[in-house]
Each structure stands twice: as C-alpha cells, then as structure tokens.
C-alpha cells in the first residue's frame, strides 16, 4: 500500500514540475515584434563576415581586409557621448528625471562605483541610441 502511495506521490511531483516548465515559456505579447530565426541568422552572418573574435582584448573586431558600413559610429565614440552626458547630468530619485548641473562638469572617476554603475544603467533605461541620428535620444516617458 505504501509502496502505491510513493508512486502515485512522485508521479504528481512529475506532473506538477513539468507543467511548471511548460507555464514559465509562454510566448510574450510582443512575439510578433521578434526577429524571425531566418533574420537571426542572416544577420549574424553578415556580422561575422565583417567581424573577428580578438582573444586579447575579449572584444570583436573589424577584419583588417573590411571596410566597416559608412557613417557608422565606433562603440567608443559612444560611450564617450553617454559619458559626456554623465559627466553634465546626474540622475535624481526624487524627480526620476535626469538633472542639469549647475555647477559644470564632474569627474566620473571621482565619484563611487556603485553611483556610476547606477547612473549607467538609468541612463540605458532612459536613452536610446540612434544609428539614423547617430546620436543619443530621449526615451518617451511610456518606454522607460
């Protein structure tokens, strides 16, 4: 008897785990807004027809014999945009908005690591880059 009881006992613990699993991938409201699998691909074909793996530096590289896409910004171009904004701004909890400082520019090396780091990841919430513009722009207050 007890031994029926241990199996119907884990069978239900199956069961209920499984479901489990099944429940936590349902497909987002945005699926149709998702690249295809086919777009993936392609995509990530040009990128490395374009692109190497450099071991030292930990970081993907232009090939020496491509041409990188004309009016296309280096990623350290950037960040030295994002930065400059953070060095000009600070973000305010109480306002959640970005604030001018009046007092000019600061040294991001001066400041905590954790408030950088922080500052980093609001401004990321709260700016998009625009490679049409080849600038930073403001998120509408809805995409933030």
């Known amino acids: 008897m ?3 009881q241990a199996v119907v006992l884990i069978s239900g613990l199956l069961l209920a785990s ?13 699926a149709s807004k998702s690249p295809t699998r086919k777009e993936v691909k392609a995509e990530t074909k040009e ?8 071991a030292v530096n930990e970081a993907w590289v232009v090939k020496p014999d491509m041409v990188p896409t004309t009016g296309l910004r280096s ?8 930065d400059a904004y ?3 701004h600070r973000w305010d909890d109480t306002k959640e ?6 007092q000019g520019p600061r040294d991001l090396n001066a400041l ?8 980093t990841v609001m401004f990321l919430k709260t700016h ?5 513009q080849n600038a930073w722009v403001e998120l509408p207050v809805g995409k933030k």
Request: proline share 2%.
């Open 2 to 4: 007890k031994r029926s």
């Open 112 to 119: 905590p690591r954790e408030q950088v780091k922080k500052e």
């Open 47 to 54: 990128f490395l027809k374009m692109h190497q793996w450099d």
């Open 86 to 88: 953070l060095r000009t």
């Open 18 to 30: 499984t479901s489990c699993v099944v429940s936590a991938q349902a497909a987002s409201d945005d």
């Open 97 to 102: 908005a970005w604030v001018e400082l009046s």
């Open 128 to 132: 998009s880059y625009n490679e049409d």
């Open 75 to 82: 990623r350290a171009d950037v960040k030295k945009e994002r």
